[in-house]
């Protein structure tokens, strides 16, 4: 992979691979659409015109982009380059990393999911004597239980996430542990162990939080729950885990930088090509489902972000595609069937990294040995190492998809450390902002979901009907 990071994209006239840099950093991740081409795969694929057909549409995007980060009326654009909220996280992460041997976090949907793909960059190895951080989105009692049984509640903080305040399941979870905790220590300790985040206003969750004089941090209520990761929803989790929040921040703004540079020529842009290659394979060639395929474990979060970010996105009016979270390698061996033989309703977005970034030597295994590999008639293992397969896995997938005309986007992130995830985390955003654009629907609002949060609350009450 080249070390400047750029993105490949279609074959028009002046298109090249480039860095962009901001604040001396590079965009660290590469793009490439190209086998989603019918020049490249066949049937399966769209034609270049109808790519570029959607430009107009992707500036007046940018532009709308723009003007929301000029007038600061999306929030969302402001992330990457605040720093003052910073300070205040910083202050709650090193009390309670001072104190407490466990800090646990609840949220659901956009209130863990983007913490959860954070958390999952951090060596154990040099957390050195930071404090373990479990984020429990569940309401299964087994697993609810499990986490909260070995605790010592004396010293173990707690984050309690939900931007409206008023999210079933991460009041349950609160109203279940407080009494345990009001039990283990007097009320008047109890700010000492409970910070709350959510939105200003008469939410339940921070009319509790002043019931008992918890500190509250602000959620801010202009951004979404699924967009929220940039924020304190995020970021003071990753700080607890020992991650760079302005890392994260600095390469999501590298991405930001140069999509709002690209309103002249939007398929420059990762994410509006992005878009615009996914929303022409649904119009032109009914691909229903985007597939976002990881080869490393510490991915698999954000495939799961990314579910959510598209879906409650997207699907809207009967429109939208379906996206489905894939972990590579093992399902090669549970969906590349379907994959390959099943129905062509598919986009392919395969995601990976090198896979010795952030190991330490105690995460370091030798190739195996000839002899051994001669054991077992396995040739092809002699002196591979546990990466070399899961890079060849991940090659040999690809390979396999787009042999079969499948229409395949890779993105070969550059590591996976804090910069990297922002960079990758911020483009899904855009890109699915834009692709809301193009298909006329409103990324930002969610009104089918409060269908089954009404019959929740019924079924609660009225257990019998």
Request: proline share 5%; with cysteine; aromatic share 6%.
């Amino acid at each position: 992979m080249c070390s400047g990071a750029g993105f490949i994209l279609p074959e028009r006239a002046g298109l090249q691979i480039f860095a962009v840099k901001r604040r001396g950093m590079v965009m660290s991740y590469t793009q490439n659409v190209d086998a989603c081409f019918d020049d490249k795969i066949g049937d399966l694929g769209v034609s270049r015109a109808d790519v570029e057909a959607h430009s107009d549409t992707l500036s007046a995007g940018i532009a709308k982009l723009q003007a929301h980060y000029d007038n600061n009326t999306l929030p969302l654009l402001r992330l990457p380059e605040r720093q003052d909220d910073l300070a205040e996280m910083r202050v709650v992460a090193d009390d309670y990393a001072d104190r407490f041997d466990d800090v646990v976090v609840f949220g659901t949907g956009g209130s863990s999911l983007g913490a959860e793909s954070l958390q999952a960059l951090t060596n154990p190895d040099q957390r050195g004597s930071l404090p373990r951080v479990h984020i429990v989105s569940s309401i299964d009692p087994f697993i609810f239980g499990r986490v909260i049984s070995g605790l010592d509640l004396a010293k173990t903080g707690w984050i309690i996430v939900s931007k409206s305040g008023g999210t079933a399941e991460t009041l349950m979870q609160f109203l279940t542990i407080l009494p345990m905790v009001r039990n283990a220590m007097s009320d008047d300790a109890l700010p000492k162990h409970i910070t709350v985040i959510t939105e200003p206003g008469e939410g339940a969750l921070r009319r509790l939080a002043q019931r008992f004089n918890l500190p509250i941090l602000d959620h801010d209520p202009l951004v979404g729950g699924r967009f929220s990761v940039l924020s304190v929803v995020g970021l003071l989790p990753a700080m607890l885990c020992g991650l760079d929040a302005s890392a994260v921040r600095a390469g999501a703004g590298s991405v930001l930088d140069t999509l709002l540079n690209a309103a002249s020529d939007p398929l420059n842009a990762p994410p509006a090509l992005g878009a615009a290659v996914g929303m022409t394979l649904n119009a032109k060639k009914n691909i229903n489902a985007s597939v976002l395929l990881a080869y490393a474990d510490r991915l698999g979060s954000l495939t799961r972000w990314y579910r959510q970010l598209w879906a409650e996105s997207l699907g809207k009016e009967g429109k939208g595609t379906t996206p489905i979270d894939g972990m590579g390698p093992v399902d090669q061996h549970s969906q590349v069937q379907l994959w390959l033989d099943g129905p062509n309703d598919k986009m392919f977005t395969i995601i990976g990294a090198p896979p010795e970034h952030g190991l330490d030597s105690a995460f370091r295994f030798p190739g195996i040995h000839p002899a051994l590999a001669d054991l077992v008639d396995a040739d092809y293992i002699k002196n591979r190492d546990l990466g070399d397969l899961m890079t060849a896995s991940r090659r040999g997938t690809t390979g396999a998809l787009i042999g079969r005309g499948k229409p395949v986007r890779t993105i070969d992130m550059q590591d996976t450390g804090e910069s990297s995830m922002g960079a990758v985390m911020m483009h899904f955003m855009l890109e699915t902002i834009l692709a809301a654009d193009l298909i006329g629907v409103d990324a930002f609002d969610q009104p089918a979901v409060e269908d089954g949060k009404h019959l929740t609350r019924k079924f609660l009450v009225e257990p019998d009907a």
